[in-house]
């Protein structure tokens, strides 16, 4: 079955580059996403990658495929307060089949 | 353009109880799925709808939970009754036609507290 895997927390200080990395099992997936969860809010989906590129910037955001690991991380540049969230790696859908989601990476930012 | 609406956005009930959580997608959406979200982990999907019609109900505890969606837009999802391990957010998401590489969007939640 699938299964995806995310480290629980990351700390940072304001300024700096963070990275959160994901590890997924199910080699069929055909999308990659990464979403951002605040306290009591719904998921917001941050940027996804197709599982034939292996890079994709967006402003700050910079997210990383190696395929051949099944490894995926997303890089925050310049982080600032505000990105502090839980950050939820999901994988697929193929077909139509639901997202499958890691158990989420809390990142807390310094000032 | 609206998002995905859900209610109540909190509720707290007692063990062996009943409880009911509304879901109203964006309109035009085909697809709408359920969730549950436990506290420290990810969203796990509960049952997903194309139109009317159930896609996937796998992880539906079947025993106590059930959803529709009559008329193919609204959905309700229903626990009866309700256990101390059902405590936990359930997200109602909806996409345009559930295929391929499209957005997810993710209502607010209702958060469940069962005691």
């Known amino acids: 079955g699938e299964d995806v895997e995310q480290s629980l927390f990351l700390s940072v200080r304001e300024g700096d580059s963070s990275v959160i990395n994901c590890t997924y099992t199910?080699?069929?997936?055909?999308?990659l996403y990464w979403y951002k969860q605040e306290p009591g809010a719904g998921l917001q989906l941050l940027t996804y990658i197709f599982s034939n590129m292996d890079m994709k910037q967006d402003q700050r955001l910079t997210v990383l495929l190696n395929k051949k690991d099944k490894h995926l991380s997303l890089r925050i540049a310049d982080t600032q307060t505000g990105d502090s969230a839980i950050y939820f790696c999901a994988e697929g859908p193929t077909g139509r089949r639901a997202l499958t989601f890691g158990s989420g990476t809390r990142l807390q930012v310094q000032p | 353009e609206a998002g995905v609406a859900q209610s109540p956005r909190y509720k707290i009930i007692e063990k062996r109880q009943s409880v009911a959580f509304w879901c109203n997608p964006i309109s035009g959406h085909a697809t709408l799925y359920w969730y549950q979200q436990i506290l420290g982990q990810g969203p796990k999907l509960l049952i997903q709808f194309q139109n009317n019609g159930v896609v996937d109900d796998s992880q539906l505890p079947k025993d106590r939970f059930s959803a529709e969606r009559l008329k193919g837009v609204d959905s309700t999802l229903k626990i009866q009754p309700a256990k101390l391990e059902d405590s936990a957010v359930y997200l109602c998401?909806?996409?345009?036609?559930?295929?391929?590489?499209?957005?997810?969007?993710f209502g607010p939640g209702t958060r469940l507290l069962v005691l």
């Open positions: 998401a909806s996409t345009l036609s559930g295929q391929g590489r499209e957005t997810q969007y």
């Open positions: 199910d080699s069929s997936s055909t999308y």
